[in-house]
Nanobody, 129 residues
Framework: QVQLVESGGGLVQPGGSLRLTCTSS????????IGWFRQAPGKEREGVAC????????QYADSVKGRFTISRDSAKNTVSLQMNGLKPEDTGVYYC??????????????????????WGQGTQVTVSS
């Protein structure tokens, strides 16, 4: 049984918006650092955003800063990624990741390739006219 489930992906035109949601029926996401990663065919996986539960701190990749927002809803046990002003380069499969030490690895050269504790199966985001 999967530990994390992503939803909210789909097809959107450039400039549009999507909201991705990550949730788990197995554990409380407030006990974990949560990250969003994405990968397109033929391209490297990259970290998009990261959230630390202790103080609600957030980090973003330069390519999405100002357009994407990661947030938590503790009552629903969800972490969302609001994506505005979408560009074709944002196309890819988006993954939710939960790990107790993910935050500490932000900025490392291998950040997107660590064997983190929990991965979702991904949700497809396609930005095209």
């Amino acid at each position: 049984q999967v530990q994390l489930v992503e939803s909210g992906g789909g097809l959107v035109q450039p400039g549009g918006s999507l909201r991705l949601t990550c949730t788990s029926s197995e554990f409380n996401l407030d006990y974990y650092d949560i990250g969003w990663f994405r990968q397109a065919p033929g391209k490297e996986r990259e970290g998009v955003a990261c959230s630390r539960p202790s103080d609600d701190s957030t980090q973003y990749a330069d390519s999405v800063k100002g357009r994407f927002t990661i947030s938590r809803d503790s009552a629903k046990n969800t972490v969302s990624l609001q994506m505005n002003g979408l560009k074709p380069e944002d196309t890819g499969v988006y993954y939710c990741v939960a790990d107790h030490l993910l935050w500490a690895r932000w900025g490392a050269s291998d950040f997107a390739y660590k064997a983190y504790e929990h991965w979702g199966q991904g949700t497809q985001v396609t930005v095209s006219s």
